[in-house]
């Protein structure tokens, strides 16, 4: 048996595939992780996969022109998905990916995959897929943007799942023409977006916390306005903490000012 341990990333994983089937070891002798396993077996010969972009390309071409693009977009939001959850049933999220791109392949009509759910790898691939997406489409409605001194439209996420990239498409798209960045402050990873550029996806370990609390006038006003609404509306009486959690999981609090419960100490 060969075990390729790959990073675990889509271009991590991608490259991970590429060398596992360029190996040809056979499908049934190899498997993939997305971290080092936590004991190794004897007879078992581990190969560590290193990163590489154009292999990760050739993977992801693949499977755009024999899967088709949906295949590929929810595959690639599978990887992304929460590093905890990666392994169920002793699956891991790497080598569940490996044997659904196999099986697509081999499949007449690989677009339809994904609903093969009857194999456990393709069910769990689809289980990772839809948690990645559902984060993202609450980000997508939750995130909140604070202008900053210098212009810049920074916002604070701590999602479960590295939603990132998703949430750099959509916004780009959105804001073309803003200088924005989105910092993860769980992955210390951010995405930067220059006007009139496309995003990239930055290492953020070192983001000065002090630079980006400093929000321009325009901004302290707009909170200022916000939040005096937010507190004129509320009844006391009917106040309803199950249907506003409901509403807005209680964990996207702490990045939306109405919500952090020290609004009125924050905005001077």
């Known amino acids: 048996m060969y075990t390729f341990i790959c990073e675990n990333n889509i271009d991590g994983i991608f490259t991970g595939v ?37 292999k990760s390309e050739k993977v992801a071409r693949t499977l755009k022109n024999r899967l088709g693009e949906e295949v590929h977009y929810l595959i690639c939001q599978a990887i992304l998905a929460n590093e905890l959850t990666t392994r169920k049933g002793g699956l891991d999220k790497a080598d569940c990916v490996y044997r ?6 081999a499949m007449n009509d690989g677009t339809k995959v994904l609903q093969a759910l009857g194999e456990p790898y393709v069910h769990r691939v689809f289980e990772l897929s839809r948690a990645t997406e559902a984060e993202s489409h609450h980000l997508l409605g939750f995130l909140r943007f604070s202008e900053l001194e210098n212009g810049v439209l920074f916002a604070t996420i701590h999602p479960k799942n590295n939603v990132l990239p998703v ?34 996806i930055a290492d953020a370990s070192t983001l000065n916390q002090d630079i980006i609390k400093r929000y321009s006038e325009k901004e302290l006003e707009y909170r200022r306005l916000w939040c005096a609404f937010f507190d004129s509306i509320a009844i006391d009486t009917r106040k309803n903490p199950a249907l506003q959690q409901q509403n807005i999981p209680k964990r996207f609090w702490k990045d939306t000012v109405e919500l952090s419960g020290t609004h009125n100490e924050k905005i001077p």
């Not at 056979?26 to 290193?50: C, D, M, W």
């Not at 659904?100 to 392949?105: A, F, K, P, Q, R």
Request: aromatic fraction near 12%; glycine fraction near 6%.
């Open 18 to 54: 590429y060398d596992a089937w360029a190996s040809r070891y056979g499908h049934k002798n190899i498997r993939l992780l997305s971290q080092p396993p936590a004991n190794y077996e004897l007879f078992q010969e581990y190969i560590t996969v290193i990163p590489d972009c154009n």
């Open 100 to 105: 659904t791109i196999v099986l697509g392949l």
């Open 167 to 200: 949430l750099g498409e959509h916004f780009t798209d959105r804001l073309p023409m803003e200088n924005f960045l989105i910092y993860d402050e769980v992955r210390r990873l951010a995405i930067i977006h220059k006007a009139g550029k496309h995003y990239l």
